[in-house]
């Protein structure tokens, strides 16, 4: 989360509910700085509360007209959106329903695909059926952004804001905190404030160091025997032929000698993702051979920076046919 | 199995010396290696490097394949590339050194040509 350090009428929670939901709340009251404070402070509470005395399986609907009738009965005004995750430790995935009223509508990003992240209510209407995805796979994100924040971006356009905000969110940088994108010295003409929920889910992850060929070897090893079980054969080459590319990158580029570099990956359906990442000097990846070679018998591959510093190269196996140039 | 604890063994010379790549030659490149297949490369007429049982061989080492060739061609003496599978050559002329690598395969006739 980011927030301006100012007092703000602008707050985001995410709260577990039971053992399997998880809570994402968005609320901008109406007001500026020191007059919306005490406000918000009251509604964070009341969330809260309202959580803690469930007693049956949380109804978004139900939060919903509950919390607008807390507001008419407190006479406040704000824009809210709600989110209710539903997550399936099993398969990593997760079940999503977003309802909002009058907040700009969040942005859900799952394996670097937008999907609608919300569904916007009139001004008196919180009948209308929440946005819902049954099962979105990991890694996705969640991001939420005041309209102060969105006017800012987008330079007094907050649709032009929100399109900023998607690029940087699916852009190399989107690792990085917002503290390093958003300026705080700038004096702020609103409430700006920023909610990012992300979900990697990796089955595993493997820190060793870069030129120690016996743990490459083992690692690699371990991939391959694993997309083969998945996918089978002509995938467990592309691993041979594309992660020791991404290692060698690592060793050469990244640090010039030794460092240590991160292997993760998890199962996906029918496909195997792979993340490489080091914290050396933020240029594991040249557009040389290792890359090409890396693209041919992976696919499309993702690279963005890591924070604070240093280089994530992603690929997924199963996505393309081996050996198939992008 | 993947890799072993080199990436290649030299062959006692015979007719032309040998060297051994492993089956999976990802290892990180050290300059103790360079220096000691630039040695032999210095000391032999004709040096074989056998691939048959290689599965994979990084970018980076067939890079270093190829300027030990240019640097026997240099000196009017041979490298002979034995045996490379049909993956690592397709790796080979992906990064662009198709053309540059004199390709045999088998040992004899890296020999005899």
Known sequence: MWQRPDPSGDFFLVLPVQDKHVLVAAVDVAGHRSKAAPSAIYLQG?????????AVSPQLGALAETFLSELKATGMDAAWFFAMLTLDHKTGSMGYQGLSHAFPAPLLIADGRTLEGTRETGPHDVQVPALSHDRVAPPWRLIAASDGLLERLGAGNQARGKQTLLRWQIGSARDEPPSSYLRTEIAPDDDEAL????????????????????????????????????????????????????????????????GPVIVRFRQ??????????DRGRGTAVTEGGGLKVMRHWAGPVDIRRAYPSGT???????????GEIE | MTGSDRPYEIQPPGDGVVVTFAEYVDHVRTPEHDSELDGLVESHQLVICDLSGSRKVTSDW??????????????GKRVAIVGMKENVKETSDMIGLGGGLDLYSSLEEARTM
């Open chain 1, 312 to 322: 994530i190269v992603s690929f997924t196996f199963g996505a393309q046919k081996a």
């Open chain 1, 195 to 258: 909610m990012v929920v992300t979900w990697n889910g990796w089955d595993e992850t493997l820190e060793f160091p870069v030129a120690d060929d016996a743990q490459r070897h083992r690692v690699v090893r371990l991939v391959r025997e694993r997309v083969k079980a998945l996918l089978g054969n002509a995938q467990a080459v592309a691993v041979d032929e594309a992660l020791p590319e991404a290692l060698e990158n690592v060793h050469k580029h990244a640090y010039g000698s030794d």
């Open chain 1, 268 to 277: 996906e359906d029918q496909r195997f993702r792979v993340e490489v990442a």
């Open chain 1, 46 to 54: 009341w969330l809260r509360g309202w959580i803690r005395g469930l």
């Open chain 2, 62 to 75: 067939l890079r270093f394949l190829l300027r030990l060739s240019v640097r026997a061609k240099r000196m």
